[in-house]
């Protein structure tokens, strides 16, 4: 089983910066961040893959970007020129055989 905990989630003013935090029990190769809002579904914020490299969605594209820290069983995400509708709970999200989620750390952005 891998256990992901998240970290980094707050109160922002619109054009504000976060960086979100997850730390896995173990290594995984297949990482990323999800998001939900209210009323919404669940979306996919950026992954990184061994094959096909990292992906973004089209509405975090040039303001978000992830990395991780291979030592540290870690993936970021840094969140730039942060907007109201970046609101929502985020998830940390890995595949290790099976799909694993953190439990969400929530992002707030004020107007």
């Known amino acids: 089983q891998v256990q992901l905990v998240e970290s980094g989630g707050g109160l922002v003013q619109a054009g504000g910066s976060l960086r979100l935090s997850c730390a896995a029990s173990?290594?995984?190769?297949?990482m990323g961040w999800y998001r939900q809002a209210p009323g919404k579904q669940r979306e996919l914020v950026a992954r990184q893959t061994l094959r096909i490299g990292t992906i973004y969605a089209d509405s975090v594209k040039g303001r978000f970007t992830i990395s991780r820290d291979n030592a540290k069983n870690t993936v970021y995400l840094q969140m730039n020129s942060l907007k109201p509708e970046d609101t929502a709970v985020y998830y940390c999200?890995?595949?290790?055989?099976?799909?694993?989620w953190g439990q969400g750390t929530q992002v707030t952005v004020s107007p």
């Open positions: 999200w890995a595949e290790y055989g099976i799909e694993y």
């Open positions: 173990r290594s995984i190769n297949t």
